[in-house]
């Protein structure tokens, strides 16, 4: 299994401001996914970072909204810029070891509030 | 790409009974199903999983099965217990570019009623 920890796990946040996500791995993992969970909802993925390239975002996601780095195998961070109330949701890292395996692990996610 | 259904979206038993989760998908190039529980407010955790090479696979009281020619595939716990209510979520999964990009379901919250 893989150990995977965010910083932080819940922040408040005024509007017009701008929070970093840390997501901190036990292990070299190949690939890293960011989620966005709202209340009593389902796993919307953000974006997939991969070390030493820029990250894939999903339909409707885009890089100056929701910027990524992934310096090494084992951290990336996901900023959510200029907040609004409608970015109140609980985002979670996760971490997939890569070719030959498939189980992908979660971290225990980040719960943030807009007002 | 992938569209992956889910129903029912809630489902209450009694403390005993069998519950049955099921999950359609529209990409036959997916080849891989996991399965998470999602307790509140906790992270989604893998309980069980099934490749596309295979049909059924148990463990313990929960099994899942695969019907790769309807593109369906299925949950099932047995004598339900109240820890078992959470929230499960199907995904499959399909390679593509070299990158495994897992596509979930919407849910479903299992209440066991003891």
């Known amino acids: 299994s893989a150990v995977i920890s965010q910083k932080p796990s819940r922040d408040i946040c005024q509007r017009g401001t701008s929070l970093t996500i840390q997501c901190q791995v036990d292990?070299?993992?190949?690939?890293m996914f960011w989620y966005r969970q709202q209340p009593g909802q389902s796993l919307t993925l953000i974006a997939t970072a991969n070390q030493g390239s820029e990250a894939t975002y999903e339909s409707g996601f885009v890089i100056d909204k929701f910027p990524i780095s992934r310096p090494n195998l084992t951290f990336s961070t996901l900023t959510v810029s200029n907040m609004s109330p409608e970015d109140s949701s609980i985002y979670l890292c996760?971490?997939?070891?890569?070719?030959?395996?498939?189980?992908?692990?979660f971290g225990p996610g980040t719960r943030l509030t807009v007002l | 790409g992938e569209n992956v259904e889910q129903h029912p979206s809630t489902l209450s038993v009694q403390e005993g009974d069998s519950a049955v989760i099921k999950c359609t998908y529209s990409?036959?190039?997916?080849?891989?199903f996991p399965w998470y529980k999602q307790e509140l407010g906790k992270r989604p955790q893998l309980i069980i999983d099934i490749r596309s090479n295979v049909g059924e696979k148990k463990d313990q009281r929960i099994a899942v099965t695969l019907n790769k020619t309807a593109k369906h595939f299925s949950l099932h716990i047995t004598e339900t217990q109240p820890e078992d209510s959470a929230v499960y979520f199907c995904?499959?999964?399909?390679?593509?570019?070299?990158?495994?990009?897992?596509?979930f379901g919407r849910g479903t919250s299992l209440i066991v009623h003891p």
């Open positions: 990409d036959s190039a997916s080849n891989y």
């Open positions: 996760s971490v997939d070891r890569g070719a030959g395996t498939d189980t992908q692990y």
């Open positions: 995904a499959a999964r399909i390679e593509s570019g070299g990158s495994y990009i897992p596509t």
């Open positions: 292990s070299q993992v190949t690939m």
